[in-house]
Nanobody, 120 residues
Framework: QVQLVESGGGLVQPGGSLRLSCTAS????????MAWYRQAPGKQRELVAT???????DYADPVKGRFTISRDNGKNTVYLQMNSLKPEDTAVYYC??????????????WGQGTPVTVSS
């Protein structure tokens, strides 16, 4: 089994910053891709940012220029640095991990989510 533990969520004012972290533990040799999703009240879960095993990144348009995703392979950890936060960033943020076993089989794992509230 693979377990994902998230931390760093909380309440911040508009324009503030927050850093989320997610650490994976369990039985695996490597993680192929890591990502952050979010789900706002009354809305579908949406992809925020992804990072590949080689360090390549991709971002959703609403967060480009404000959020940065990174990973530490030695610690099996992915981070999401969130700057210039806006009220519309308010959501529960979920860590997502993809691991390839017996290629091309892909196994996916989700964290429990950490809430982020941006409000005055």
């Amino acid at each position: 089994q693979v377990q994902l533990v998230e931390s760093g969520g909380g309440l911040v004012q508009p324009g503030g910053s927050l850093r989320l972290s997610c650490t994976a533990s369990g039985s695996f040799s490597s993680i192929d891709a890591m990502a952050w999703y979010r789900q706002a009240p009354g809305k579908q879960r949406e992809l925020v940012a992804t990072v590949t095993s080689g360090g390549g990144t991709d971002y959703a348009d609403p967060v480009k220029g404000r959020f940065t995703i990174s990973r530490d392979n030695g610690k099996n950890t992915v981070y999401l640095q969130m700057n210039s936060l806006k009220p519309e960033d308010t959501a529960v943020y979920y860590c997502h991990v993809a691991i390839i076993r017996r290629s091309p089989r892909v196994y996916e794992y989700w964290g429990q989510g950490t809430p982020v509230t941006v409000s005055s």
